[in-house]
């Protein structure tokens, strides 16, 4: 039961009832995306995963649900299986992130820890009431899309708000680091091209610590397929960590649930999971 505390978390990111609503009203004919006023297409509104990225993801980016927790989240090896077919790291022969020897033993600690937290650098971001940061937030959970004249902004149910200028103003100083990074876009036909920088090196990319460091550069595609179905693939260069640049990619579905509202997920003060755990962990591992 030692990561229930985090199970939770990520189930709120995907709700059952929300998703299933979702896929009931994808039926039919696909239509076009609806071109906004100012000639790029209009993917305003909800949006949920519907793709790659699923739970297991959101624990291990490479190996998915440990036994352990899919007992406790009552998922089937089988649905682990099936899911990690369509693994998400798409572009290296064998579906895992091209670490550097160096940074895949750091790794293997950090994960090691992850499952046994012994203090707070043992958990993830999200779980300790942090934001998620990139490219994470971008490929797990639901959001909001809202565009005005010159911005897209994406607004996640964790909290997290991402703001994307379409000017083609200079990223800042490379110092200013930040947990959604800068994001400065534009349009290539229907895909919205962000380059992001500036990110910190605090956000892994999921709970068993594949990480990068604060050198991360980010090429997202938001591509609108159609007018509820957005695809999402993002090149991950790292030099200091990783052996060459790799792509992540999701698919999300439009929610056109009448009156959906995304609720916000988020801690709230006098919240103990995360000391919960650790206390687990101690019992579990007395010195």
């Known amino acids: 039961m030692l990561r229930a505390a985090i199970v939770g978390v990520i189930l709120a990111l995907a709700p059952p009832a929300l998703t299933v609503a979702i896929a009931g009203q994808q039926s039919g004919a696909a239509k ?12 305003q509104g909800y949006w949920q995963g ?21 007992i406790i989240t009552g998922r089937s090896a089988e649905t682990t299986r099936t899911k990690r077919a369509d693994a998400i790291v798409i572009d290296t022969p064998d579906r895992k992130i091209p670490y550097q020897p160096w940074a895949l033993a750091l790794r ?15 958990i993830d971001s999200l779980t300790r009431c942090f934001q998620m940061g990139v490219p994470r937030q971008s490929f797990l959970g639901g959001f909001q899309i809202v565009q005005v ?8 149910g964790n909290g997290g708000a991402r703001t994307i200028s379409l000017d083609g103003r200079p990223h800042p100083d490379p110092k200013i680091k930040l947990w959604a990074g800068d994001s400065v876009g534009h349009w290539e036909g229907n895909t919205l091209v962000v380059d992001v920088t500036n990110i910190n090196e605090h956000g892994w990319y999921d709970v068993a610590g594949n990480f990068h460091s604060r050198d991360l550069h980010l090429v997202e595609r938001w591509t609108v397929v159609n007018a509820n179905l957005l695809r999402y693939e993002v090149l991950n260069d790292d030099p200091k960590v990783f052996t060459k640049p790799w792509v992540l990619r ?19 003060e006098g919240e103990r999971g995360v000391q919960l755990m650790l206390n687990a962990a101690k019992r579990a591992n007395p010195q």
């Open 50 to 70: 519907s793709g790659y990225a699923t739970v297991d993801e959101a624990y291990d980016l490479e190996n998915g649900m440990p036994e352990s927790e899919r």
């Open 108 to 122: 293997n600690e950090l994960a090691k820890a992850a499952y046994a937290p012994t203090k707070l650098e043992d």
């Open 149 to 156: 004249p010159g911005y897209v902004f994406i607004v996640h």
């Open 32 to 43: 076009p995306p609806v071109r906004a006023a100012s000639g790029p297409p209009d993917f």
């Open 250 to 268: 999701n698919e999300y579905k439009r929610n056109t649930e009448e009156g959906f509202e995304q609720w916000e997920n988020s801690c709230f």
